[in-house]
């Protein structure tokens, strides 16, 4: 079982002086704190108790080494400022100790007085966000720092709110956090000010931090004598979490990489709000397993015709034109548009080429725009058969997935002729977004009622 950490005798050793205190006496101190000496006690401290040789050389090198951050999976830190600065001398003036928000029955029994009821309050704070609510987040001591029983410590918590609930957003996101943005600020319907900003902002530029978010109102005030920390304000008239820490979240939550599970990529794909930051994230890493997912799909349905010409539609969701480009692999693409869709177009145009170029064969791929949806009702008719002239039927296809519901009619009912390929995507949708690999290509021929071909 950890031993308990003694914090009331621990404060008291560290009331003398720095300038009397003995290499044995730094020794003493370094060992009551276990695993928090690097953590909790001056750097001088530490430097003086590696001076002693009975010490063995490997306790000596851990004390001589800064502590890092861990960046796994649910982590969250905590900046604590020390309170009586002048009594108490042999403390850092302001300390953080990480932790970890788990999926669990209860808080861990370790963590310091107080901090189980303080995570309810982060947790009921963040009770209208869905994937905090009910989903029986809990926080413990990181495994970093070996496990310590802290349950005598006496710390106060207020500060840490915005450290905490963005650690379980991000938790809950399946994101990982950046080590080098750190938070403190305090909530009550909105976010408070906090005290000991300066001796805070000092630790974050000792840690090699890049931006500390704190409350706006304490920006102005803060001593920027750390050029090298950024400061940043969080609004304090947002009532709700999430909108209150934006800014924060989108530089803290690291998000998977393609070397991450397929799980962990699309949790974190559904779950953000930054919609720019979730469209560069799909492109990069998970669109081209989703044409897998669909390619595999259409074999396995024993789909024998080939796609020669692909005759699809720019929307708001380029990636569309892409999936259904990766699924058949035509050697032509026809990518029809109207003009206030021209940037989407060539967004498609682009995705296409990409997706071509690593799955290894040529591409030939086309736009047509049009000033609007009645001139293009008008005569994509002609464009489509010029598109398609010489080839078999079977061979052209028809993608009625992007676009308008009146683009695809168009094709539907007056474009395709008998025997060529109808397209679509079938799709699970979470809020506003699809579930990347719910995604199911359908095939049916032109003509043919509603009889499908297998894919």
């Known amino acids: 079982m950890p031993r308990s950490l003694k914090w009331d005798a621990l404060r008291e050793g560290c009331r003398q002086p720095l300038e009397t205190l003995t290499a044995y006496d730094a020794v003493g101190l370094a060992l009551g704190f276990g695993s928090l000496a690097r953590w ?64 669990g029955e209860t808080h861990s029994p370790r963590l310091p007085q107080g901090m189980a009821d303080f995570a309810d309050f982060v947790l009921d704070s ?30 106060r918590y207020e500060s840490g709110w915005a450290a905490l609930a963005a650690g379980v957003l991000v938790a809950a996101t399946r994101g990982k956090p950046n080590s080098e943005v750190w938070a403190t600020a305090a909530w009550t319907n909105g976010i408070r000010a906090v005290d000991g900003i300066p001796v805070k902002l000092a630790l974050a530029a000792a840690f090699g931090v890049k931006t500390l978010f704190v409350p706006t109102s304490a920006t102005a005030a803060a001593q920027r004598s750390h050029a090298s920390v950024e400061l940043v304000g969080l609004p304090e008239n947002e009532s709700f979490p999430p909108t209150a820490l934006r800014q924060y979240l989108r530089i803290l939550n690291v998000p998977p990489g393609s070397d991450d599970s397929r799980a962990d990529r699309e949790q974190w794909y559904l779950t953000q709000w930054e919609e720019d930051l ?15 997912h669909c390619c595999e799909t259409l074999k396995n349905g024993n789909f024998l015709s080939d796609c020669s010409h692909l005759i699809t539609i720019a929307s708001k969701n380029p990636e569309l034109v892409a999936i259904a480009v990766g699924s058949l692999r035509p050697t032509r693409c026809l990518v029809l548009s109207t003009s206030d869709l021209s940037k989407q177009r060539d967004d498609a145009m682009m995705l296409s080429r990409r997706i071509a170029e690593r799955q ?71 809020g506003k977004r699809v579930q990347p690999f719910s995604i199911q290509p359908r095939v049916l021929i032109a003509g043919g009622g509603l009889s499908f071909r297998l894919d």
């Open 126 to 155: 963040l009770r209208e966000v869905p994937e905090v609510a009910a989903k029986g987040w809990r926080l413990r001591t990181h495994p970093v720092l070996g496990d310590p029983d802290m349950s005598e410590l006496r710390l």
């Open 278 to 292: 979730v469209e560069q994230f799909y492109r990069d890493h998970l669109l081209d397993e989703v044409v897998l």
């Open 360 to 430: 290894g064969w040529r591409l030939d791929v086309d736009g047509k725009e049009f000033g609007g949806i009645s001139e293009m009702l008008g005569s994509v008719g002609d464009v489509v058969r010029d598109f398609s002239a010489n080839a078999r039927a079977e061979n052209v296809f028809y993608d009625l997935t992007p676009g308008t519901k009146e683009m695809s009619f168009a094709l539907l009912f007056d474009v395709a002729q008998p025997g060529q390929r109808l397209f679509y995507l079938r799709q699970r949708w979470h």
């Open 40 to 103: 909790c006690l001056l750097p001088e401290v530490l430097e003086l108790a590696a001076t002693d040789d009975a010490v063995p050389d490997s306790q000596r090198a851990v004390w001589r080494e800064r502590p890092q951050l861990p960046a796994t999976h649910g982590t969250c830190w905590v900046v604590f400022a020390r309170e009586e600065v002048d009594r108490v001398e042999l403390l850092r003036p302001a300390f953080v100790l990480p932790f970890q928000w788990v999926q």
